[in-house]
């Protein structure tokens, strides 16, 4: 059985300890060398960039979220021993650990670390398909030969290399396909190391839970209930036709899936379709200066992830919950796609004024969508505007001191409200 030490990337023959180094941070596998396949997930990224920014809470329970009827974003594993949990509301986030700190998001910041853990991807292979700011699907196929090295190897220099100079921890999950691999990089968090083998596959999934399966939500886990459905091994005792009348299309899925098959390739070309921000509040409201407030920090949160991705959108949505929960969607094309905070601003800001409604509401949110690349973002200026384009290189300047001296280096004032 081979052993890599994930300290020095020594390969050896399985041991408890490294033999050159003497560290125990080991991970053995008789496929080690052969699998190719990876999923990489940062451990509660915001948390972590946050912790690294803030040494002085190294040690306590860090919660990122919004107000107390707002939702948890991630939790630190310090919360999350406690029993916190992503998209748990706040109020119970904060019953379960009141003495947690709870931060704003700050979304520009995260979203240039990612850049950075991309470029890092990048100098192993072109496979990478991102799910999010935070995980990645790594396809290292035939990247041996390049690298002089296994897979297995480079990817655990790459979490090296994001602790050593960003100062965020990665699990890397490795396997024979995406399905597997999304599995084992949860196996062994945070700052783990697990693998799947192609042999170990068959025994490995007969006991485990089929809410293993990425991208079975609640209804369809009422579906497998009431079908008496529970486990894989459940899963296998079903004939492939009566799976697909029972389940349609996910029945031909769960099929293959319970015996481990999944020929879905690593693609770098899965499209971002959208990119939104919304807040939650801790009281309804209708005031309209705090509303505006808010929108300026949405917009302005959706232009930053835009910049950091390279896009701009042709459509700005804005989005509104009643007190009621009754839900009011507003949309408008723009002649021209936009990453502008301040074009999306002015634009959901108008869509807002047309309104009839004027709340009070539990819930704001702002999105563009019509995705293009950023070199098609803001190419014109707006003639029934004069003051755009003042507004617009004074947004790129403020963009520059922001990347040089941080993210709140310049704060807008209406963003005080």
Partial sequence: MTALCRDCLTLFDTGSRCPACRSPRIVAHSELCELSIAHMDCDAFYASVEKRDRPELADKPVIIGGGRRGVVSTACYVARIRGVRSAMPMFQALKLCPDAVVLKPRMALYAEVSKQIRAMMEDLTPAIEPLSLDEAFIDLNGTARLHGAPPAVMLARLVKRMKSELGVTGSIGLSHNKFLAKIASDLDKPNGFAVIGAAETPNFLHDKPVRLIWGVGQATQSSLDAAGIHTFADLLRWDRRDLHDRFGSMGERLWHLARGQDQRRVSARNPVKSISNETTFHTDTADPDLLDGHLWRMAEKVADRAKAKDLAGRVVTL???????????????????????????????????????????????????????????????????????????????????????????IVKGRSLR
């Fill in 319 to 409: 989005k509104l919950k009643r007190a009621d929960h009754r839900l009011i969607t507003r949309r408008t094309h723009l002649p021209i796609a936009t990453q502008l905070a301040d074009k999306i601003y002015h634009t959901a800001r108008t869509l807002h004024e047309t309104l009839a409604d004027k709340g009070p509401f539990r819930l704001l949110g702002v999105g563009i969508s019509e995705l293009v690349p950023g070199a098609q973002a803001d190419l014109t200026s707006d003639f029934l505007d004069p003051g755009a384009e003042q507004r617009k290189r004074a947004e790129r300047a403020t963009d520059a001191i922001r990347a040089r001296f941080g993210a709140e280096a």
